[in-house]
């Protein structure tokens, strides 16, 4: 019977398979990444195709706060467009954000499919524990970004030279608040980084927790720079946050840390005075022991281990002389 050949072999097992043991080639290497290229961006479009639909809807969504404030019952919420051209590249621009989103799954996996062989077991499972975190933290930051928007743009307004209402120009009204979004989803992702430095062996609990000072003056430093509201409401309630992520960070490292030491030593976590407890069955010594010492201990195991004393050949072994020495040690001078 005809074997099948290598090549028919090769093919039939999974590129992840040949990039994990490395037997894949530099150019195949090239032409997986073109071919996960090509899906996530045909994924992406896709998305587009939806967001055109639905960018109308996620615009008056994003416009409600700042409608809230011109809105008047004379008059409707306004906009001051700069050329007939900016209404149609704005829907484009809005759909490429939801076809982003919408397709996030996917060109996510595409680019974990790519990565993924070059780890190791261990490291692909704390991705998945990372990524798990990652998602609901920036979620829970654009929910502050958009709550911080209506507060934002109301000290903005009415810190200004003028009271009157103020007309802005959509385009970059929509910059705005993907950036405040951007910032503040990214920034809640600083727990991550540091539980990934905790659990990788490079920064321990305590290491972490020595440094809070730094931590909350790089944390009100990182809002007043990169939070696009120059008002104090948002760059205050982002340190903070930032704040209380940091030390919630650190607590699970402490819990890390604990089940590390735990699984090193089983004894690590007992009192000093605590006694360490006695097995019940009985040790190889006991039973090679006769069973009349066997219950006297160590001192049985002493009694029996004395050698007998070596005596000459021409004298009784029953009993010595009268008068005679009972040290042992003689008989061996006669000897």
């Not at 979004?181 to 920034?187: T, V």
Request: net charge neutral; glycine share 6%; aromatic share 12%.
């Amino acid at each position: 019977m005809k074997l099948p050949s290598l090549a028919w072999a090769r093919r039939r097992r999974s590129s992840f398979q040949r990039a994990a043991d490395g037997s894949m080639t530099l150019i195949e290497h090239l032409l997986e990444l073109r071919s996960r290229l090509f899906k996530a961006t045909v994924a992406v479009a896709a998305g587009m195709v939806v967001g055109y639909l639905l960018a109308q809807t996620v615009f008056d969504y994003l416009a409600q706060p700042y409608c809230d404030l011109v809105q008047t019952p004379e008059a409707e919420c306004s906009w001051n467009w700069l050329a007939p051209t900016d209404s149609f590249m704005l829907r484009i621009k809005i759909a490429l954000w939801i076809g982003l989103v919408v397709a996030a799954p996917f060109w996510l996996y595409q680019l974990w499919a790519f990565i993924a062989p070059g780890l190791h077991q261990r490291e692909r499972r704390w991705a998945y524990g990372f990524g798990a975190l990652a998602i609901p933290l920036f979620a829970a930051g654009t929910a502050l970004a958009y709550f911080v928007l209506d507060k934002g743009l109301k000290f903005l307004f009415s810190a200004g030279v003028t009271d009157d209402p103020q007309l802005l120009e959509p385009t970059r009204y929509i910059s705005f608040v993907t950036t405040l979004i951007l910032a503040f989803g990214l920034s809640f992702q600083f727990p991550v980084f540091l539980l990934l430095l905790n659990v990788s062996g490079i920064a321990s609990a305590r290491k972490l927790l020595a440094a809070w000072r730094v931590v909350v003056f790089l944390c009100f430093a990182f809002a007043a720079v990169f939070t696009p509201d120059p008002g104090p409401f948002g760059m205050i309630l982002l340190a903070l946050c930032l704040c209380l992520l940091y030390f919630l960070a650190v607590g699970a490292a402490f819990l890390n840390d604990r089940r590390r030491a735990r699984r090193r030593d089983p004894l690590a976590e007992l009192p000093d005075d605590q006694p360490s407890p006695l097995p019940d069955t009985p040790s190889p010594l006991d039973e090679e022991l006769d069973p009349d010492v066997a219950g006297a201990g160590i001192d049985a195991t002493l009694a029996q281990s004395v050698p007998e004393p070596r005596r000459s050949p021409g004298r009784s072994s029953e009993s010595p002389a009268a008068g005679a020495p009972t040290d042992p040690r003689r008989y061996d001078d006669l000897i």
